[in-house]
């Protein structure tokens, strides 16, 4: 990864391991194969963005850490439970370089651990003892099932439009952003307005950040991704590159051939050159970069600080990472 | 059902459709195929018991169903989605005489599905505003969850104790009827001292009621349980009846055997019909028994009124129930 996070999380990077602490203290259980699973899905660490987006956004107002860490932590959990019960659905064999809880152990119990751990961060947020972050978290994870959902409903259809695409990753990514960020203001005693501002700032940087990785899913290789390129068209998942694609190569298209063939492995290479060969992918980017410009333009009116420098650089390394 | 639920129910039987419908309101979504799932699930009417457990339990205080009724639907659309993912696993073709998820659509569409009615029960208990009511929910998906695991680590294995069983069933079950009650207690106003006794009712009741449907599973007939005998042993689930039965069988017993050669579908007649000619089941409706009579007894000490005879009348019921 080209960016340094260590770097533009510093206005919070020392508190950063408290959230990590109070996610480990969930493996904590009666059950030594239950705290298993919980070790190991939490062993496979990510880069922290969205609790270090809560912290960030708390930094800029009271920043008052006994409700921004069960805060942050809640959202990270509830973004392991949605990736454990994805990547069952996908039959996934890694994640962040790790065996996935279904192949390591078996489907039944990666649903059955995905609900545990949905309840997990159900039971982090109610730490905050606020009841607007309890009943924002609940409706968000609402919104990211009917954003799954959609997708899932959706699948294998070539003719997917941007309007559904762009409901379906505000559902199952950018509300989730929205989330981190609104509620980390809030909590600290942030003006309305302020939360707001976050909470849009959350919802366009997980619409970028969402669009890059569906674009690197197209344009970038295995040994970058740690996992095989292409990956969501073998899902049958039509991302905005896709579909600026097949706008542009019109109805008799080789993603719609490779779709209606069944996807077959062999020809995902063909599919792959084609797109790469298009300006589509940089069309999907410039979109990505709109909105990054419009998150950083979200929080523009907010007090100038350290932290609301963080946000706006990290926003823009958004459209960096793996690249 | 032998029992007159309705009569049961009287002191809150006028307000129970208010539950109902708003239960029905989930099913007011953006996608139609999405408020088909919903309504699917909900048509799959039960008897709605701890919904109204809730209202009876609120009945006894200052019962205000501006905060009863979201929390009696948030129980039952947490069971109806603890349901989902059950049956999705058990592969069960059949709830409440109706098709499963699974079956109508698929599996993944059932997975996705269920978690989205987790979420709509998590926003709905939301809806109430009361932070003890948002924790004690939170902390129960967690239980519920960590028994299905439990449940699941120990699927196949004839040596499970009664120490085990009762950790499990007090996870899956109890803990749901605990809530349920102890909820309608304290979102009423109640003493502290009362909400818990509420709450003990609700999980020796849970606690009989589970033992009471396992019995049931081995010793009554397909056309009363609208599926299958003996599906327990099928999944591998060895329940109070057949642990009794397995004590008193010694280690060379009809379940092990069974178990131990795969759940062969055509032997299981020969199980039932050893468990059925045992004692077992009498002594496991005898413990079930002794937990009805500790959940009346909790509420003994509460004052005299129609909710309280009615929540006496109805744990006695427990036991009759389909019989």
């Avoid at 790790?98 to 997990?120: C, E, I, K, Q, R």
């Avoid at 981190?180 to 940087?205: D, N």
């Avoid at 999907?284 to 650089?313: F, K, N, Q």
Wanted: aromatic content about 8%.
């Amino acid at each position: 990864m080209a960016v340094d996070t260590a770097a533009t999380f510093e206005p919070v990077a020392a508190d950063l391991p408290l959230v990590d602490e109070t996610m480990q203290r969930v493996s904590e259980v009666e059950f030594e194969w239950l705290a298993l699973l919980v070790k190991h899905v939490l062993a496979a660490s990510g880069k922290r963005l969205r609790p270090a987006l809560t912290l960030l956004a708390g930094k800029m107002f009271d920043y008052n850490l006994a409700l921004l860490v069960p805060m942050a932590a809640s959202v990270e959990l509830l973004h392991t439970a949605t990736l454990i019960h994805d990547d069952t659905l996908d039959k996934a064999a890694l994640r962040r370089g790790l065996s996935t809880v279904h192949t390591v152990w078996d489907a039944n119990t990666a649903v059955l651990f995905g609900d545990y751990m949905f309840a997990a961060s159900a039971e982090m947020v109610s730490r905050t003892a606020n009841v607007r972050a309890m009943r924002q978290f609940a409706q968000t994870v609402g919104i990211i099932c009917g954003g799954e959902l959609s997708q899932h409903y959706r699948a294998y259809d070539w003719q997917v439009t941007e309007e559904e695409y762009f409901r379906r990753i505000g559902g199952k990514t950018a509300s989730l952003f929205a989330l981190a960020t609104e509620s980390g203001a809030y909590l600290s005693g942030a003006p309305e307005t302020a939360a707001q501002a976050l909470g849009e700032y959350g919802y366009k940087l997980g619409l970028a950040f969402q669009i890059a990785d569906d674009v690197l899913d197209l344009t970038s290789d295995e040994a970058t991704l740690g996992k095989p390129a292409g990956g969501d068209l073998l899902q049958g998942n039509v991302t905005l590159p896709a579909i600026r694609f097949i706008a542009q190569a019109g109805s008799q298209n080789p993603i719609r051939r490779f779709l209606e063939a069944g996807r077959p492995a062999d020809d995902l290479a063909v599919v792959l050159d084609a797109v790469r060969a298009s300006d589509a992918p940089a069309a999907a980017m410039a979109t990505a970069r709109r909105y990054v410009d419009e998150a950083v333009a979200a929080i523009r009116g907010l007090p100038i600080c350290a932290a609301r420098e963080s946000l706006t650089t990290l926003a823009a390394f958004t459209l960096e990472r793996r690249a």
